[in-house]
Protein backbone atom coordinates (compact mmCIF):
# COMPACT_ATOMS: atom_id res chain seq x y z
CA UNK A 1 0.00 0.00 0.00
CA UNK A 2 2.77 2.18 0.83
CA UNK A 3 4.50 1.85 -2.26
CA UNK A 4 2.00 2.29 -4.26
CA UNK A 5 1.70 5.27 -2.63
CA UNK A 6 5.12 6.35 -3.41
CA UNK A 7 4.64 5.49 -6.81
CA UNK A 8 1.38 7.53 -7.94
CA UNK A 9 3.86 10.67 -6.65
CA UNK A 10 6.28 9.39 -9.67
CA UNK A 11 5.85 11.47 -12.65
CA UNK A 12 4.58 9.20 -15.38
CA UNK A 13 3.51 6.70 -12.83
CA UNK A 14 -0.06 6.11 -13.09
CA UNK A 15 -1.70 3.96 -10.03
CA UNK A 16 -3.37 0.98 -11.00
CA UNK A 17 -6.72 2.00 -9.07
CA UNK A 18 -6.89 4.98 -11.89
CA UNK A 19 -7.02 2.30 -14.87
CA UNK A 20 -10.19 1.53 -13.82
CA UNK A 21 -12.91 3.42 -14.15
CA UNK A 22 -16.18 4.17 -16.36
CA UNK A 23 -15.75 6.81 -19.38
CA UNK A 24 -16.96 10.44 -18.69
CA UNK A 25 -19.70 10.74 -21.13
CA UNK A 26 -18.12 13.49 -22.56
CA UNK A 27 -17.17 12.85 -26.32
CA UNK A 28 -18.46 13.35 -29.84
CA UNK A 29 -21.71 15.08 -29.18
CA UNK A 30 -24.51 17.14 -31.01
CA UNK A 31 -23.57 19.25 -33.31
CA UNK A 32 -20.39 17.97 -34.05
CA UNK A 33 -19.20 17.52 -38.03
CA UNK A 34 -19.02 14.28 -38.59
CA UNK A 35 -14.87 13.81 -39.61
CA UNK A 36 -14.01 14.54 -43.00
CA UNK A 37 -11.28 11.86 -43.13
CA UNK A 38 -10.46 9.13 -46.19
CA UNK A 39 -9.52 6.54 -43.34
CA UNK A 40 -12.39 4.02 -43.26
CA UNK A 41 -12.46 1.16 -46.09
CA UNK A 42 -14.89 -1.33 -46.99
CA UNK A 43 -14.84 -4.68 -48.74
CA UNK A 44 -11.16 -4.12 -49.44
CA UNK A 45 -8.19 -1.88 -48.28
CA UNK A 46 -9.03 -0.21 -51.68
CA UNK A 47 -12.30 1.08 -51.46
CA UNK A 48 -12.11 4.06 -49.03
CA UNK A 49 -15.25 5.79 -47.69
CA UNK A 50 -15.73 9.32 -46.11
CA UNK A 51 -18.56 9.40 -43.85
CA UNK A 52 -18.32 12.97 -44.17
CA UNK A 53 -19.15 13.23 -47.67
CA UNK A 54 -20.51 9.33 -48.16
CA UNK A 55 -23.04 10.17 -45.24
CA UNK A 56 -26.28 12.39 -47.21
CA UNK A 57 -29.10 13.62 -45.14
CA UNK A 58 -29.82 11.45 -42.50
CA UNK A 59 -28.25 8.20 -40.95
CA UNK A 60 -26.34 6.14 -38.63
CA UNK A 61 -23.08 5.67 -37.44
CA UNK A 62 -22.76 2.76 -35.22
CA UNK A 63 -19.76 1.95 -33.31
CA UNK A 64 -18.38 -1.68 -32.17
CA UNK A 65 -15.56 -2.91 -29.91
CA UNK A 66 -14.67 -5.28 -32.54
CA UNK A 67 -16.28 -7.63 -35.34
CA UNK A 68 -17.11 -11.09 -34.33
CA UNK A 69 -17.51 -10.36 -31.12
CA UNK A 70 -20.31 -11.70 -28.61
CA UNK A 71 -22.37 -8.91 -27.68
CA UNK A 72 -22.01 -7.13 -31.48
CA UNK A 73 -23.05 -10.44 -33.67
CA UNK A 74 -25.69 -11.40 -30.85
CA UNK A 75 -27.53 -8.18 -30.38
CA UNK A 76 -26.07 -4.95 -30.97
CA UNK A 77 -25.92 -5.07 -34.49
CA UNK A 78 -28.60 -7.67 -35.08
CA UNK A 79 -30.99 -5.44 -33.28
CA UNK A 80 -30.53 -2.76 -35.98
CA UNK A 81 -30.70 -5.14 -38.69
CA UNK A 82 -34.00 -6.73 -37.48
CA UNK A 83 -35.76 -3.55 -36.23
CA UNK A 84 -38.83 -2.67 -38.16
CA UNK A 85 -38.06 0.80 -38.27
CA UNK A 86 -34.54 0.60 -39.48
CA UNK A 87 -35.37 1.94 -43.42
CA UNK A 88 -36.88 5.47 -42.02
CA UNK A 89 -33.42 5.75 -40.25
CA UNK A 90 -31.65 6.86 -43.28
CA UNK A 91 -28.46 5.07 -44.62
CA UNK A 92 -26.90 2.87 -41.63
CA UNK A 93 -22.60 2.55 -41.25
CA UNK A 94 -21.29 -0.12 -38.72
CA UNK A 95 -17.78 1.02 -37.75
CA UNK A 96 -15.20 -1.12 -36.08
CA UNK A 97 -11.64 -1.47 -35.60
CA UNK A 98 -10.48 -4.01 -37.32
CA UNK A 99 -9.24 -4.31 -41.65
CA UNK A 100 -12.29 -4.53 -44.62
CA UNK A 101 -11.62 -8.22 -44.77
CA UNK A 102 -12.67 -9.02 -41.65
CA UNK A 103 -15.66 -6.34 -41.36
CA UNK A 104 -16.44 -7.79 -44.77
CA UNK A 105 -16.96 -11.17 -43.53
CA UNK A 106 -18.51 -10.02 -40.51
CA UNK A 107 -21.39 -8.01 -42.45
CA UNK A 108 -21.96 -11.11 -44.81
CA UNK A 109 -22.34 -13.51 -41.32
CA UNK A 110 -25.03 -11.14 -39.88
CA UNK A 111 -26.57 -9.83 -42.93
CA UNK A 112 -26.29 -12.36 -45.20
CA UNK A 113 -28.15 -11.15 -48.48
CA UNK A 114 -27.58 -7.62 -47.78
CA UNK A 115 -31.24 -7.14 -47.23
CA UNK A 116 -30.70 -4.52 -44.27
CA UNK A 117 -28.76 -1.92 -46.63
CA UNK A 118 -26.54 -1.73 -44.01
CA UNK A 119 -22.76 -1.37 -44.43
CA UNK A 120 -20.29 -2.52 -42.76
CA UNK A 121 -17.17 -0.86 -42.65
CA UNK A 122 -13.29 -1.00 -41.26
CA UNK A 123 -11.32 1.60 -39.42
CA UNK A 124 -7.84 -0.05 -39.68
CA UNK A 125 -5.74 2.93 -38.12
CA UNK A 126 -8.40 4.03 -35.52
CA UNK A 127 -8.40 7.20 -36.88
CA UNK A 128 -11.86 7.68 -37.28
CA UNK A 129 -12.52 6.48 -34.11
CA UNK A 130 -9.76 8.92 -32.88
CA UNK A 131 -11.27 11.77 -34.08
CA UNK A 132 -14.48 10.85 -32.94
CA UNK A 133 -12.60 10.67 -29.22
CA UNK A 134 -14.72 7.40 -28.58
CA UNK A 135 -11.26 5.27 -28.49
CA UNK A 136 -10.35 3.56 -25.33
CA UNK A 137 -7.56 0.67 -24.54
CA UNK A 138 -8.43 -2.42 -24.79
CA UNK A 139 -4.62 -3.73 -25.32
CA UNK A 140 -5.77 -6.42 -22.34
CA UNK A 141 -8.84 -8.06 -24.15
CA UNK A 142 -7.87 -6.76 -28.05
CA UNK A 143 -4.17 -6.65 -28.13
CA UNK A 144 -4.76 -2.62 -29.23
CA UNK A 145 -7.16 0.37 -29.04
CA UNK A 146 -10.56 0.28 -30.05
CA UNK A 147 -13.65 2.09 -30.68
CA UNK A 148 -16.35 2.24 -27.78
CA UNK A 149 -20.08 1.14 -28.26
CA UNK A 150 -21.81 4.02 -29.86
CA UNK A 151 -24.28 5.31 -32.09
CA UNK A 152 -24.52 8.21 -33.86
CA UNK A 153 -27.36 9.71 -35.36
CA UNK A 154 -26.53 11.51 -37.86
CA UNK A 155 -28.41 14.34 -40.29
CA UNK A 156 -26.87 16.52 -42.73
CA UNK A 157 -23.51 15.84 -42.11
CA UNK A 158 -23.83 17.06 -38.28
CA UNK A 159 -24.44 14.82 -34.93
CA UNK A 160 -27.96 14.87 -34.32
CA UNK A 161 -28.03 12.65 -31.16
CA UNK A 162 -25.09 10.66 -30.01
CA UNK A 163 -25.70 7.34 -27.35
CA UNK A 164 -21.86 6.48 -26.15
CA UNK A 165 -21.98 3.70 -23.73
CA UNK A 166 -20.38 4.83 -20.58
CA UNK A 167 -18.40 1.64 -20.15
CA UNK A 168 -17.53 1.37 -23.91
CA UNK A 169 -18.64 -2.11 -24.20
CA UNK A 170 -22.06 -2.70 -22.99
CA UNK A 171 -25.67 -2.71 -25.16
CA UNK A 172 -27.69 -0.22 -23.43
CA UNK A 173 -27.59 3.05 -24.53
CA UNK A 174 -26.57 2.57 -28.05
CA UNK A 175 -29.33 -0.34 -28.41
CA UNK A 176 -31.85 0.08 -31.36
CA UNK A 177 -34.61 0.03 -29.28
CA UNK A 178 -33.19 3.66 -27.23
CA UNK A 179 -32.02 4.72 -30.45
CA UNK A 180 -34.77 3.69 -33.21
CA UNK A 181 -37.82 4.03 -30.60
Not at 2 to 25: D, K, M, N
Not at 26 to 34: E, H, Q, R, S, Y
Not at 129 to 146: K, P, Y
Request: aromatic fraction near 8%.
Amino acid sequence: MFAARRLARVPGVIPQRALFHSTAPAFVKKGDAIPDLEVLVENSPGNKVNLAKELKGKGIILGVPAAFSPACSSSHVPGYINHPKLKEAGQVFVVSVNDPFVTKAWGVSLDPNGKSGIRFLGDPTGKFSEALDVTFDSTSIFGNHRGKRYALVVEDGKVKEAFIEPDNTGVDVSAAEKVLG
